[in-house]
């Protein structure tokens, strides 16, 4: 939570940002908002992998597969199609 003259500023993202991006951001927000208040910068992670390629999207996030393989398991097996 951001505190009286600060601003929060929220960073999501599949990786953490390496200190000197973080470090740069910061700066850059600053110079955005001036010198009366300061950057509080909160990083997110987000376990997510999109590839959107020819109209296609492809969701490797953890969600999507451990949901997929909750549809595979509840599903009934055939074995006369073995």
């Known amino acids: 939570m ?3 003259g600060e601003v929060k500023a929220v ?5 953490p940002l390496p200190p000197q991006e973080e470090k740069e951001l ?3 927000l600053q110079d955005i908002i ?6 509080k910068l909160e990083q997110r992670l987000i376990p997510v992998f999109l590839v959107e390629f020819d109209q296609k999207m ?10 997929e ?11 006369d199609s073995l």
């Open 34 to 39: 001036g010198h009366g208040k300061k950057v």
């Open 58 to 67: 492809f969701d490797m996030s953890i969600k999507t597969r451990a949901r």
């Open 11 to 15: 960073v999501t993202s599949v990786i």
């Open 69 to 79: 393989m909750e549809r595979f398991l509840r599903d009934p097996i055939n074995f």
């Open 26 to 28: 910061k700066e850059t």
């Open 2 to 4: 951001a505190h009286q």
